[in-house]
């Protein structure tokens, strides 16, 4: 049995006539840049998470971009962030100049340990990017509380958790600005690249609006040097029906996990995802921490099932970065976890019988 540590097939059989229908009306218009179903897609998304302002740009990446410029970040600014996420949360700050400062991470969730941040504040510091990693909302509570009193901003790197909530809130509308990655492989994901700002701050809005649209206000006169950085229409159409699927997917995942604790919870040899109390995870993975890592990984492997290593080199000590003055062990949470973390599959269209498979495996290995 082979399977897939995602099959966007499965969901795309789903609601293929759907996707198809709203594409032709696009190639029919020919309104291939900021045709209305932009507007009418950040307009959704405003209504379902609750946020006052949403705008669509080209990816998740080019989101923190535009974000850290809205909050006129640049060079000899700091930001805070966790070294255990994907590339571009730290590099976007390098790329608008600014210097990224690690903080480790709380060794349960894998987000930022809240309680590491202030002793990493030096008066340089003007932003703090939490991640809601694999999709469970970091403690945004006391990030909002040290940011306040630092007089600091903060941006949430939500692209792994649209449709999490910390303390009932939806992540992306607790910070000053979020960011939502529209990747095919995020929980929404489009046909391409996409990705989105949510703010609740009006002037924040209308920076980012103009900064996606070369800094542009009105046509032609420019205060300052933005950016192309776009949702494609097709994309917004394509996203305007998923959308509508998304909280069903997320209760997928739910579900799905809730067969992996019962059923893997006597395993000693891993650790399952430990959700914090106030959180409510979209599970964008389904992460392990696991003894034997490797060997796990490479038995799953020979048994055709998928699964990866989000992420294998924490951030703080990869080569692009050595300027930056980090050595191995400086942050030890993250470099233990990036030895023992795996991640299987989760998504909502996963057939039982191929989850119990792989529930099967892992205990295979662990008895052998
Ligand atoms: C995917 C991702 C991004 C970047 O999004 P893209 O749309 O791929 O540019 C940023 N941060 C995190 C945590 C991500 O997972």
């Not at 040290?146 to 910390?166: P, R, T, Y």
């Amino acid at each position: 049995m082979k399977v897939q540590l995602l099959d966007l097939h499965a969901q795309y059989e789903n609601i293929m006539s759907e996707i198809k229908e709203e594409m032709d009306k696009v190639l029919a218009e020919h309104n291939y840049i900021l045709g209305h179903q932009v507007k009418d897609f950040e307009a959704t998304v405003e209504s379902y998470l609750k946020s006052k302002h949403a705008i669509a740009c080209a990816s998740g990446t080019d989101a923190l971009v535009l974000a850290l410029r809205a909050l006129n970040v640049g060079h000899g600014d700091e930001v805070i962030t966790t070294p255990f996420t994907f590339f571009a949360t730290a590099g976007s700050i390098a790329r608008v100049g600014a210097k990224p400062v690690f903080v480790d991470i709380n060794e349960a969730t894998f987000n930022i340990d809240a309680d590491l941040i202030e002793a990493a504040i030096t008066d340089k510091t003007k932003v703090i990017i939490p991640v809601h990693l694999f999709g469970q909302p970091a403690e945004m509570d006391k990030i909002m509380a040290i940011a306040k009193k630092h007089n600091l901003k903060v941006i949430e790197d939500n692209a792994q958790g649209i449709g999490s909530k910390f303390d009932g809130t939806y992540s992306g509308t607790i910070g000053d600005i979020a960011i939502l990655s529209f990747f095919p492989s995020k929980n929404l994901g489009c046909m391409g690249d996409g990705g989105m700002c949510l703010t609740q701050d009006q002037q924040l809005a209308k920076d980012l609006f103009q900064l996606r649209k070369h800094g542009e206000n009105p046509k032609y006169i420019h205060k300052w040097v933005g950016y192309n950085s776009r949702l494609d229409t097709l994309q917004a159409a394509v996203l305007n029906v998923k959308i509508k699927y998304l909280e069903g997917w997320s209760e997928g995942r739910r579900k799905n996990a809730k067969l992996y604790y019962e059923k893997l919870a006597d395993v000693k040899e891993i650790k399952l995802p430990v959700i914090h109390p106030k959180a409510t995870t979209v599970y964008n993975q389904f992460t392990l921490q696991a003894e034997r890592r490797d060997e796990l990984m490479a038995f799953l492997k020979e048994n055709e099932i998928g699964c990866a290593i989000y992420y294998p080199k924490p951030l703080h000590i990869q080569e692009c970065f050595n300027d930056l003055g980090y050595k191995e062990g400086d942050l030890p949470i993250s470099e233990k976890l990036a030895k023992k973390a795996i991640s299987i599959p989760i998504y909502t269209e996963l057939p039982e019988d191929h989850q119990l498979f792989v529930i099967e495996k892992i205990r295979e290995f662990y008895q052998k």
